[in-house]
Structure formats: structure tokens, C-alpha cells
């Protein structure tokens, strides 16, 4: 619908890209923007990547991901089939989506989410194990995890002031992992951002 007759359109694909069959990629809607696929990427039978796209370096979309128009999707990250994300969103690096979810809103780094609509289901363990994230590592973002999103007393904080006693934690603050997972959640509630996917009150007691 943005597209202007005439206009010279343009994605641009990167190196070691495994495209299966029946998949669709879109140039951008416009000829001042791209599509961008960086390296390294498998992208199973029968995915969709619309116009406007950044998508990383490393990820893995199973079979029928689509992804609408303006998503970036970042490193590292991993889809279960039938995954379906909403225009604008943002996927961030070592994430992983469940299959047949629907996301509507960002995907934090090193989250896993899943459901229609898709919800916070906890960290990707398994994924940063697998691409050699150190036990220290996981356990200090397992930490920060639960001190913001699985508080002992959900009365005693809002949401922000949890984050902010993570930011200025003497252990948690210094762990680069940690400080990227805060910026990204951060990030995420700026301006024409979409919030991140809605997480579940529960209780680390």
C-alpha cells in the first residue's frame, strides 16, 4: 500500500542464508529504505518476511514464521512453527518463540514467549547454554529475571522501580548479560515502541 509507482525498492541478503521452498521475502515499501537478511540465517518452507525487515545474523525461523512489515528481528533468535509477529514489533537476540504463538508486542533478549497472545514463559535457558553463555552468567540473569518479573511481594514495587533496583544492584548491574537485558526491556518503552509481552504475576516465593 506505500508503494509508489516508479520507486526502486531493495533487500538486501546477506552471505550463508538456507532459504527453503515456497518462502516469501518483500523488498521495502519504500526506495529510501531496504529488507535486510544478514548471514548465517536458516529460514524453513513456507516463512514470510515482509517489507521493511532487519532481520540478524544466526537465527533459526521454523516453518510458516511471518513476520509483517517493519519487524526487526535480531540475533540468535529462534521460532517455532506457525509463529506469527505483529508489524513494528521487535525480537531481541538468544530469544525464543513457541510455535503457533502470536506476538503483538517485543520480545525482550534471552526471553522465551509463547501463546496467543504471546506471554513471558521465563529465560531461554537452553538457548544460551547452547551458544556459550557461562553458568555465572544465566544464574545472574536468572536473578535479575525474577527480582523484576517474579517479585516476593508484588505490592511493594511497580514495575519501573523494579527495574531500577536491578539497574543499580552492586552484583547485577556489572553483568554486561544483565545490563543488555535491562536496555533491551528498557528500549522497548520508548516512543512508536510496542511494550513488551504481557508476563504473568507470579510469585518467586
Not at 52 to 72: E, M, P, R, S, Y
Not at 100 to 108: A, F
Not at 120 to 140: A, D, P
Request: aromatic share 8%; charged share 20%.
Amino acid at each position: 500500500m506505500k508503494y509508489k509507482l516508479g520507486d526502486e525498492c531493495f533487500l538486501d541478503v546477506g552471505d550463508n542464508n538456507e532459504i527453503r521452498e515456497f518462502t516469501s521475502i518483500h523488498r521495502s515499501s519504500k526506495s529510501r529504505d531496504g529488507t535486510v537478511i544478514g548471514d548465517n540465517n536458516l529460514i524453513m518452507g513456507s516463512c514470510h518476511i515482509a517489507h521493511d525487515c532487519k532481520i540478524g545474523n544466526n537465527n533459526i525461523f521454523a516453518n510458516t514464521t511471518l513476520l509483517a512489515g517493519h519487524v526487526i528481528v535480531e540475533d540468535y533468535v529462534h521460532t517455532g512453527g506457525a509463529t506469527v509477529v505483529h508489524q513494528f514489533c521487535y525480537i531481541g537476540s538468544f530469544s525464543f518463540i513457541g510455535g503457533g504463538s502470536v506476538v503483538s508486542q517485543d520480545v525482550p533478549k534471552y526471553m522465551m514467549v509463547s501463546g496467543d497472545r504471546a506471554e513471558l514463559r521465563g529465560l531461554n535457558f537452553e538457548g544460551l547454554r547452547r551458544c556459550g553463555f557461562q553458568v555465572t552468567e544465566i544464574k545472574s540473569l536468572r536473578t535479575a529475571y525474577r527480582k523484576i518479573f517474579m517479585p516476593s511481594n508484588t505490592n511493594s514495587m511497580g514495575f519501573d522501580e523494579r527495574l531500577s533496583e536491578v539497574e543499580h544492584n552492586e552484583d547485577l548491574g556489572s553483568v554486561p548479560a544483565v545490563c543488555s537485558m535491562l536496555q533491551s526491556i528498557r528500549d522497548s518503552f520508548t516512543e512508536n515502541r510496542r511494550g513488551i509481552c504481557k508476563f504473568r504475576q507470579w510469585s518467586s516465593s
